[in-house]
């Protein structure tokens, strides 16, 4: 079966450009993960679904930041104006159950945003 | 707070040797806890875990890692290192009852020499 994708894989931006940045989770899984990956550095959480509830966003850096899911599925993170140091790796992963921290996790690719 | 260490950035080994990536937790109760392997260009992917029971958990291609509480460890091995090990390897933890964001260690990435 399919697995987590995300689109685009590649992304370059000029500073001050929106870019929005897509998840499409495995068919039937409840929750929905971001994360972002500097270079050299593990992922870090960015915010977190329940079905289209947005549970957690603690992790987003900023309010240029958000995230939506609003059918439960297919879920798109938007950077506005973004800027350099948003560049970076970002990761979408999904899990079966709702909450359940020893759930698998199974992440996407990953999009790779470069901002100029 | 919780945090993963991931002892040394870069592990090189020759082709059928011992495989050690070390990983050091810190949390104020015993997370639960995992390894991921990350292929070039593919998403990370789950090697194994550690939730209850068994300290010493058994995880796809051979690898293995045992929970040591006393020592707050979680150190991945394999016996025999193979070329297709080649990757870079996640620890992360995330806390009993929470939400299940995980944490993650820095990385380490393997080189196995022929």
């Known amino acids: 079966g399919a697995g987590v994708s995300q689109s685009p894989r590649y992304k370059v931006t000029k500073r001050g450009q929106d870019v929005a940045l897509r998840c499409d989770p495995i068919?039937?899984?409840?929750?929905l993960y971001w994360y972002r990956q500097a270079l050299g550095q593990g992922p870090e959480f960015l915010t977190y679904?329940?079905?289209?509830?947005?549970?957690?966003k603690s992790g987003l850096p900023n309010d240029r930041f958000s995230a939506e899911r609003p059918e439960g599925s297919i879920s798109t993170l938007t950077i506005q104006r973004t800027e350099q140091r948003d560049s970076a790796m970002y990761r979408c992963?999904?899990?079966?159950?709702?909450?359940?921290?020893?759930?698998?996790?199974?992440f996407g690719p990953g999009t790779r945003l470069t901002v100029l | 707070a919780q945090s993963v260490t991931q002892l040394g950035s870069h592990v090189s080994v020759s082709e059928g040797a011992l495989v050690l990536l070390r990983c050091n937790y810190s949390?104020?109760?015993?997370?639960?806890l995992f390894w991921y392997v990350q292929y070039p260009n593919q998403g990370l992917q789950l090697l194994l875990k550690?939730?209850?029971?068994?300290?010493l958990v058994k995880g796809i291609n051979g690898f293995e890692a045992e929970f040591k509480k006393s020592e707050t460890s979680f150190h991945l091995t394999k016996p025999s290192a193979h070329m297709s090990d080649a990757a870079e390897y996640f620890c992360?933890?995330?806390?009993?009852?929470?939400?299940?964001?995980?944490?993650f260690g820095k990385g380490t990435k393997l080189s196995v020499k022929p």
């Open positions: 992963a999904s899990s079966l159950l709702a909450r359940g921290s020893y759930n698998e996790q199974f």
């Open positions: 679904f329940n079905y289209e509830a947005q549970q957690d």
């Open positions: 550690y939730t209850t029971g068994a300290t």
């Open positions: 949390s104020s109760v015993p997370p639960y």
């Open positions: 992360a933890v995330s806390a009993p009852g929470s939400q299940g964001n995980l944490i």
């Open positions: 068919s039937g899984h409840v929750s």
